[in-house]
């Protein structure tokens, strides 16, 4: 057998309000996942593939949800948010 492969990093975010942004910035484990302003990985080396946003449109349109985004560099965002 072959040694195993690592497969894609997809993340599920569930962000209701935009109150809710402040926690989803300062949750430390997501550290490992961003990229640097170059577009490296930092720390780990580990790329998120794609990201699936579940949060409505008026919170994942907000300037802080979207700078927040831009952390993982190319990834890919699917918008599968619900209105309110």
Known sequence: ???????????????????????L?????????????????????KTVNCIIHLSPASVTSSPTYQKWMKKFGSAQHIMAGHEM
């Not at 057998?1 to 926690?23: F, K, N, R």
């Not at 910035?25 to 577009?39: A, H, K």
């Open 1 to 23: 057998m072959d040694p195993s492969v690592p497969g894609p990093i997809v993340l599920l975010v569930d962000c209701p309000t935009e109150s809710h942004v402040q926690e």
């Open 25 to 45: 910035l300062s949750m430390e484990s997501l550290n490992n996942y961003y990229v640097d302003f170059s577009g490296n990985p930092t720390q780990s080396g």
